[in-house]
């Protein structure tokens, strides 16, 4: 299948799986302005209040938005079991956004068991996965994210990856492992920020932010920095985290350190 949006359309999404089991998709080339690919679990609408979207296999697809191109998330049900592979990314904002609670009038999605493989990705964000779009609030959000694995993938950045849950609902059993990313940019760093996709300050000074987050595991990564701005300082910043567990990994240049 292919999809060609102009970028300057507005919520011209790729295509939308919402509240959908047993899909496989494949051989997609999409060019989008908004999301290229949406897995979304909007319920509220339906008459049948238990769908939920689950069995998602998506592979062999090139896509490029000025947007993200898989969001995973939006509505008020279950999202579940979902592989992704084969994937090439290419001038792209986020290159894979999941966030449970992406508006106020939403309670926030459940997003569990999850495979990213076998990814290159050239974008502004590799990375952005949330408990709510504005990143760490005071809101509540009680829709839980866990089981997430990100293996086999390669990429070019110039903003940090997020990993942002809130204080009663944090990020859970996340995995990164065999990851090369080269960070250039930097320009709109900013210390000591609220970071969130749709916040005040969108780029911490690392290559990833963790706040509110535990049991993150960080395995044969490979962080380096190509012209980067000396605002770049580390590896990895933690807040408010438990069980961060880096092996195996390497983060070339940070001025500080691997780890803050």
Same mark, same amino acid.
């Given at each position: 299948m292919r999809v060609f949006n102009d970028q300057r359309t507005r919520n011209g999404d790729g295509f939308d799986l919402d509240c959908c /089991?047993?899909?496989? @998709?494949?051989?997609?080339?999409?060019?989008? =302005?908004?999301?290229?690919?949406?897995?979304?679990? $909007?319920?509220?609408?339906?008459?049948?209040?238990?769908?939920?979207?689950?069995?998602?296999?998506?592979?062999?697809?090139?896509?490029? /938005?000025?947007?993200? @191109?898989?969001?995973?998330?939006?509505?008020? =049900?279950?999202?579940?079991?979902?592989?992704?592979? $084969?994937?090439?990314?290419?001038?792209t904002r986020t290159g894979i956004c999941i966030v449970s609670k992406y508006a106020e009038h939403y309670p926030g999605v459940a997003i569990d068991n999850v495979l990213f493989d076998n990814i290159v990705m050239d974008c502004v964000r590799p990375f952005n996965l949330a408990s709510n779009i504005r990143g760490t609030t005071d809101e509540s959000t009680q829709a839980p994210i866990g089981r997430i694995t990100f293996s086999n993938i390669r990429g070019r950045a110039t903003r940090s990856s997020l990993l942002t849950g809130n204080p009663d609902c944090r990020l859970g059993d996340i995995d990164f492992r065999n990851i090369d990313l080269i960070y250039s940019g930097g320009g709109d760093i900013v210390r000591d920020g609220h970071y969130a996709e749709f916040g005040p300050h969108r780029a911490a000074p690392a290559g990833f932010y963790l706040e509110n987050v535990h049991h993150v595991t960080l395995e044969d990564i490979r962080l380096a920095w190509l012209d980067a701005d000396s605002r770049f300082e580390y590896g990895v910043i933690g807040k408010n985290t438990c069980d961060i567990r880096i092996r195996n990994s390497e983060f070339h240049k940070p001025n500080q350190g691997a780890f803050a």
């Open positions: /089991t047993r899909v496989m @998709a494949s051989n997609c080339d999409i060019d989008s =302005g908004d999301d290229c690919i949406a897995i979304r679990a $909007n319920r509220m609408q339906l008459k049948d209040q238990s769908r939920e979207s689950r069995g998602i296999v998506i592979s062999n697809c090139i896509l490029k /938005t000025c947007c993200n @191109a898989f969001r995973i998330g939006v509505g008020d =049900g279950i999202i579940r079991d979902v592989t992704v592979s $084969n994937i090439v990314i290419r001038e």
